[in-house]
Nanobody, 122 residues
Framework: QVQLVESGGGLVQAGGSLSLSCAVSGRIFSINTMGWYRQAPGKQRELVAEFTLGGSAAYADSVKGRFTISRDYGKNTVYLQMNSLKSEDTAVYYC????????????????WGQGTQVTVSS
């Protein structure tokens, strides 16, 4: 009932920029957190950036100062602006959201997008 659709991945040169979008749709009552994770081959999936329950943005140390997370409450969409990209940023990026769905807000959801590939060439 809740789906996340990502867009914006692709190939970019080191030092360049790329922006990702994730639209969360369905019968959503409320959202607790929204954010982005990434996973490189042979490595564990890690948090990149997210909005917490308190509404503040949290970033991984490796992307602080380079990436910016933003959101549009009306569209239930979260964005990730990536600047000064490095080869180390190459990974599959996943959108994530959790919260409550349906009219009553009685059902908890915790869902992921299918992922979008970001490749940074040197």
């Amino acid at each position: 009932q809740v789906q996340l659709v990502e867009s914006g991945g692709g190939l970019v040169q080191a030092g360049g920029s790329l922006s990702l979008s994730c639209a969360v749709s369905g019968r959503i009552f409320s959202i607790n957190t929204m954010g982005w994770y990434r996973q490189a081959p042979g490595k564990q999936r890690e948090l990149v950036a997210e909005f917490t329950l308190g509404g503040s943005a949290a970033y991984a140390d490796s992307v602080k100062g380079r990436f910016t997370i933003s959101r549009d409450y009306g569209k239930n969409t979260v964005y990730l602006q990536m600047n000064s990209l490095k080869s180390e940023d190459t990974a599959v990026y996943y959108c994530h959201a959790d919260g409550y769905r349906d009219t009553s807000g009685s059902y908890y959801f915790d869902d992921w997008g299918q992922g979008t590939q970001v490749t940074v060439s040197s």
